[in-house]
């Protein structure tokens, strides 16, 4: 009799395995629920954006969008230095990114941005980049995460953004960058292409 207790208290593999995944699971969810707690907190950050920042105010949606445009004119800038870097949790421009452009045409279209850029975050840090248009107006998707917990080395990194909407007249445009949780990050040597009508 003792000996049947002893065994159906042993654990068996499939029990190990079931209570290994039920910590991963717990784990993962604990780490989603602060970072959510942290972004409706007193600062209130989400993503490292400030929610009432006159060029950080409008909120990251959780959509798909679609269209069709044909930016045929590019305007660039490109920025050979080294050591930009933030420890901000709040997007701060990214310096030597900022471009004027004149958006053609009699009705609004899209703008397209491509940038790139050697990032490099140390141990646990990352680092996220948006572009600006104007002061105000953000591009879609609202932002990435350019890299994170790198060794030694910067890496290059590049992402489109899109703006499907862009009345036509000058508009400014600029990168910014902020530090996920407050480390050093860097963004290094990076080129901000943009696509505009005609």
């Known amino acids: 009799m003792a000996t049947a207790i002893v065994h159906a208290l042993k654990p068996t593999r499939s029990r190990v395995l079931l209570i290994a995944l039920t910590g991963v699971v717990l ?3 604990g780490l989603f629920t602060a970072q959510q707690a942290r972004g409706a907190g007193g600062s209130g950050t989400k993503n ?28 660039f ?21 900022s471009l004027t452009f004149t958006q053609g045409g009699t009705t609004a279209s899209c703008v397209e941005v491509d940038f790139t850029a050697m990032g490099f975050a140390p141990g646990g840090g ?18 990435v995460q350019l890299t994170a917990e790198d060794a030694t080395l910067s890496r290059s990194h590049g992402f489109d953004f899109m703006f499907p909407s862009v009345a036509p007249g000058t508009h400014t445009m ?18 901000m292409l943009v696509r505009h009508h005609k």
């Open 77 to 97: 800038v490109e920025n050979e230095t080294d050591g930009q870097s933030t420890t901000s949790e709040f997007f701060v421009d990214l310096p030597g990114t």
């Open 48 to 75: 490292g954006i400030a929610a009432g920042s006159s060029s950080q105010a409008q909120s990251a949606p959780l959509s798909t969008t679609t269209g069709s445009c044909k930016p045929v004119l590019l305007n």
């Open 126 to 143: 990352l680092v996220f980049v948006h572009p600006v248009l104007d002061g105000t107006t953000f591009g879609v998707p609202y932002s």
């Open 174 to 191: 600029k990168m910014q960058f902020s530090s996920l949780n407050g480390s050093s990050v860097y963004v290094n040597r990076n080129a």
């Open 27 to 29: 784990l993962g969810y």
